[in-house]
């Protein structure tokens, strides 16, 4: 023989594998953060944000399977004589960690890990299982978009518009009809042609108030989880839904429309009077959202801290803006010393399926508010 030849087979799995561990420890830090998501929505690196970095979130260590040395070098629990019987306890696993009051501790603590996340990437797993509840068809709906669809296949069209994988079809099953398979030459009656057709996408118009209150009473507490919630339904409102305006009022007590930017970052003192907003509210809804064309959504966040004799005013505009918004939702922060607001008790005397409440406690609580407030209907129109 003239030469030697080698047949070798290379596992091309092992060049993959970087790849794949990358890709299961992504997998492992998405359920890890969907898992903690009442936690991560209020971190306070994501509301500060622009909204356009890459922020870090703490999580718990992913840890693989491994064996771990015993630390204080005990026998195993669980290991038996051979003649146990059905409900014997062969042994416990000490208890992990040092408790309060017992210095310092010799086991090992709890590893977090801080992962790295787009806000884009965030905001999917969070308004996974989100809508605007109530979403009716309006008799005008709005032009949300217009589009270029290519809807069908033609022999003739101009060249830029060549469907090439159609094309290169026609020449094969003309080849191997003629007894020649295979591709050998394309003539002109292969070429396939793309074609289009314009289409427009209308959807429900809808129209979203968001009030807060930025009196003297709410302090830096109350005004964080009142933005952090504002924070994530504006962003909802504009991931999911090409055409949902959104208008900002701000109120002590009085009430005026702001800008998104005022909104978000300016603070205010003084009383409270809660029945203000409301009335901007229905003023702005008469003035520019005709309810018959516009889907309503009103919701307010407050601490209760509302004048006494202002709440029986308060229930009747509410009840007012029941009549033409397709869902009001009003939030209560509880501040560090927990008690019930007059504010709350009164609106208690509301009996409206479409007035919607929830109370805030902590920071874990911004997640199961927006759960609450945006809850799907399996009736609605879902968005495009």
């Not at 930025?214 to 962003?235: D, H, N, Q």
């Not at 209560?332 to 409440?357: D, Q, V, W």
Request: hydrophobic share 30%; net charge positive.
């Amino acid at each position: 023989m003239s030469g030697k030849y080698v047949v070798s087979r290379e596992d091309w799995s092992l060049h993959r594998k970087g790849e794949i561990d990358r890709q299961r420890h992504r997998e492992k830090v998405r359920e890890a953060i969907k898992k903690n998501l009442a936690d991560v929505v209020s971190e306070e690196s994501i509301i500060m944000s622009d909204g356009n970095k890459v922020v870090k979130i703490p999580i718990r260590s992913l840890d693989e399977y491994h064996f771990r040395f015993d630390h204080g070098k005990r026998k195993h629990a669980g290991q038996g004589d051979g003649k146990s019987k059905v409900g014997d306890v062969l042994g416990s696993d000490p208890q992990q960690g040092g408790g309060k009051g017992k210095g310092a501790g010799e086991e090992p603590g709890v590893d977090y890990y801080e992962a790295d996340i787009t806000i884009d990437e965030l905001a999917e797993l969070i308004f996974e299982d989100l809508g605007l509840p109530n979403l009716e068809q309006k008799k005008k709906p709005e032009l949300a978009s217009e589009a270029v669809e290519f809807k069908d296949v033609r022999k003739k069209g101009i060249s830029s518009n060549i469907d090439r994988k159609r094309t290169i079809y026609e020449a094969m099953k003309r080849n191997a009809l003629q007894g020649k398979p295979g591709l050998h030459t394309i003539t002109r009656d292969d070429l396939r042609y793309r074609t289009w057709d314009v289409t427009y996408r209308y959807e429900s118009n809808a129209v979203v108030l968001a009030m807060m209150d930025t009196s003297g009473s709410m302090g830096p507490f109350e005004k964080y989880i009142a933005r952090s919630f504002f924070f994530w339904m504006v962003r909802f409102l504009r991931t999911k839904y090409r055409n949902v305006h959104i208008v900002f009022l701000a109120h002590h007590v009085e009430a005026k429309e702001t800008t998104e930017e005022e909104f978000f970052t300016k603070g205010a003192s003084g009383g409270t009077r809660c029945s203000s907003v409301y009335k901007l509210a229905l003023e702005i809804i008469e003035k520019r959202y005709s309810p018959q064309d516009y889907n309503i959504y009103a919701f307010h966040f407050s601490d209760g801290d509302n004048l006494a004799s202002d709440n029986d005013n308060c229930v009747k505009l509410v009840n007012q803006l029941l009549e033409v918004c397709n869902l009001v939702g009003y939030g209560e922060i509880e501040g560090p010393y927990y008690y019930t607001s007059t504010l709350r008790s009164a609106y208690k005397r509301i009996n409206n399926p479409k007035f919607t409440t929830v109370t805030i406690k902590d920071k874990s609580g911004v997640y199961p508010a927006l759960k609450k407030f945006f809850s799907s209907a399996p009736e609605q129109v879902q968005p495009q």
